[in-house]
């Protein structure tokens, strides 16, 4: 196969794009993604500082690298979990990558700062490890982003990650979900805004950006992830993908032109809700937020 | 032709020439979830792939 934009002999294929790259145009055809991705959403601007979460994987490592190459002020935060070995080693790579690169990297160590690791939070709920997990990141890292003055969080959700979330949320109809699931939250109070960059490239070309340019980023998962709920929905839409290339990219970006504004009320109603949690001050729609909950099931169990 | 796999981690022999396309096929795998890396670049699915290569199936789908 050749380049589509300049002839030379192509490293990757997009079918849906029906398009082949070569590395160096590969390269400016994913930082173009971003860049339209982040203006036509105005999801941030040249003089803001930004904070990227940063998890040492590779969707995380190309958001960084990409909005360094266009000139963004970026700087990364990284969340230590307590999962083992695939904490030390994540981290491992996610400080290599800032040095290399002459970046600042932040760490934030949940089992130091916090007194427990995740695996220990998800038997104490009785829950599974990511929703554990997840509510801790999002409580984290913003925090985090407003500690350090940053004007907006961005995080390297991509297009499979964003359709595998709407797939579920539209098998169950969690309408006040779909309300939320946007590239851009605002900021509000309590709320560093966020962002997510990463909305047109699907997680073979966040993969494929960083063997072209050298990232090295770790390869293996977390061992928390097997079989969870959201790899059988990306199992599902890829098998639809490889017989209709595209049909991810469509159900996902025509959702967001489509779909979002039906659901604007819905999110005005739910924003209506937020209050602040009575231990830690963050918003929240309960009297203690799901983080302050998490923390204090964790100090019984481990006392009884 | 040595073929390094992740999840579980192991390497497999495989005769060639091997298109990249049948390659991922053979081994039950969906082309929108994996890379095949020879040596240290990407190829496409179109490639053929040789008795002296070293090849990579590099898994992309996190489950985060
Ligand atoms: S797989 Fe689950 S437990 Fe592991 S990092 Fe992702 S959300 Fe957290
Ligand atoms: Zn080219
Ligand atoms: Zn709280």
Known sequence: ?304 | MQVRLHNPKRDVEMTGPLRVTELVRSLGLNRESVLVIRGDSLVTHDETLHDDDVVEIRPVISGG
């Open chain 1, 1 to 304: 196969m050749k380049c589509k934009p300049c002839g030379q002999p192509a490293v990757i294929d997009i079918p849906r794009h029906r398009a082949a790259f070569c590395a160096g145009c590969f390269t400016t055809h994913c930082q173009e993604q971003v860049r339209r991705a982040i203006s036509s959403h105005r999801m941030m601007g040249h003089s803001e500082r930004v904070l990227v979460a940063i998890s040492g994987g590779k969707d995380s490592l190309a958001l960084w690298h990409i909005l360094v190459a266009l000139g963004y002020k970026a700087d990364g935060v990284y969340l230590g979990l307590g999962i083992g070995d695939y904490s030390d080693l994540s981290r491992d790579y996610a400080e290599r990558f800032a040095s290399s690169h002459d970046l600042t990297l932040h760490v934030v160590d949940i089992p130091t700062d916090h007194g427990f690791a995740i695996p220990e939070a998800a038997r104490a709920t009785k829950r599974v490890p990511c929703s554990a997990c997840g509510l801790s990141k999002r409580h984290l890292l913003n925090r985090a982003a407003l500690d350090g003055g940053y004007d907006v969080l961005a995080t390297g959700h991509n297009l499979d990650d964003e359709a595998a979330v709407l797939f579920g949320n539209v098998l169950q109809w969690q309408v006040g979900y779909l309300a939320r699931q946007r590239p851009v939250l605002a900021a509000a109070p309590g709320f560093a805004r966020r962002v997510k960059p990463l909305i047109r490239m699907g997680e073979r070309e966040t993969a494929a950006y960083c063997v072209v340019n050298r990232i090295d980023y770790l390869v293996d998962e977390c061992p928390m992830a097997a079989g969870n709920k959201h790899l059988r929905y990306k199992e599902t839409l890829n098998a639809m993908e490889e017989r209709s290339p595209g049909v991810k990219a469509t159900f996902y970006l025509k959702f967001l032109d489509e779909m979002l504004p039906v659901l604007d009320d819905v999110a005005a109603e739910e924003r209506a809700l937020v209050g602040v949690c009575s231990r830690c001050g963050s918003p929240s729609s309960a009297q203690v937020c799901a983080f302050c909950t998490l923390v204090e099931r964790v100090a019984t169990s481990s006392a009884r």
